[in-house]
C-alpha cells in the first residue's frame, strides 16, 4: 500500500472512529485499563493526569477531514490533468492521421 493510501485510511479512520468503551471506563469511570489496548489511543494526541483523574485530548476530526479532502481534491486534479493531457494527444493524433490521409 502506498503512503498516500496509508495516510488516507489513518485520517479516514481518525474523522470516523469511536472511543473505546473501555477507554472510557478506564478514564471516565476510574476502572483500571484492564481491557484497554493500544489501538483504543488511536485517536488520542494528549494524556494528562490531573489532581482528580486524567485528562484525555483526541485528535480534531475536522482536521482529519480536512486534510483527506485536500489529498482527495488533489488526486482529482492530477486525474483531470492527466485526462486531458490524454484528450489533448489523442486529438492531435486524429488531425495528424487526417493531414496524413489527404
Not at 485530548?57 to 489529498?71: M, P, S, T, Y
Amino acid at each position: 500500500m502506498g503512503e498516500k493510501n496509508k495516510a488516507k485510511k489513518a485520517l479516514e479512520r481518525l474523522a470516523t472512529c469511536e472511543t473505546s468503551k473501555a477507554l472510557l471506563s478506564a478514564f471516565l469511570e476510574g476502572g483500571g485499563l484492564d481491557g484497554v489496548n493500544e489501538e483504543d489511543f488511536f485517536n488520542v494526541t494528549r494524556l494528562k493526569k490531573v489532581k482528580d483523574g486524567f485528562e484525555v485530548e483526541f485528535f480534531d476530526r475536522l482536521k482529519a477531514l480536512e486534510a483527506l479532502r485536500k489529498i482527495e481534491k488533489e488526486e482529482e486534479g492530477g486525474n483531470y490533468a492527466q485526462l486531458l493531457c490524454q484528450a489533448i494527444s489523442k486529438g492531435a493524433e486524429a488531425v495528424s492521421d487526417k493531414k496524413q490521409s489527404e
